[in-house]
């Protein structure tokens, strides 16, 4: 059994900084690929950042230059820095991990809860 609990939301103002955090536990053998992606209210569900195969991170346009995704291993953790934050980021925050599982090395993919991200002053 594998979950995946993300943590880090809340209020900030204008210009602000937060840490989102996903971490997953469990059968894990290894977090093979992750995206953070956010839906904003009445709006599709967006991608924010998402790993390539290369080991590189896409970021989406909007948020390239702010945002940093990384990666603990030891922690099975994935976070998303978010930098001088502006009111259009406001939206529900979700991670995508690929999971390697153990033993029998299979993979799957396990979305977070959400985490509510509001930027307003």
């Known amino acids: 059994q594998v979950r995946v609990v993300e943590s880090g939301g809340g209020l900030v103002q204008p210009g602000g900084s937060l840490r989102l955090s996903c971490t997953a536990s469990g059968t894990i053998n290894s977090i093979i690929y992750m995206d953070w992606y956010r839906q904003a209210p009445g709006k599709q569900r967006e991608m924010v950042a998402s790993?390539?195969?290369?080991?590189?991170?896409k970021y989406a346009d909007a948020v390239k230059g702010r945002f940093t995704m990384s990666k603990d291993d030891a922690k099975n953790t994935v976070y998303l820095q978010m930098n001088s934050l502006k009111p259009e980021d406001t939206a529900v925050y979700y991670c995508?991990?690929?999971?390697?599982?153990?033993?029998?090395?299979?993979?799957?993919?396990?979305w977070g809860q959400g985490t509510q991200v509001t930027v307003s002053s």
């Open positions: 995508k991990l690929h999971i390697q599982l153990m033993p029998a090395a299979t993979s799957h993919d396990y």
């Open positions: 790993s390539i195969s290369d080991g590189a991170i």
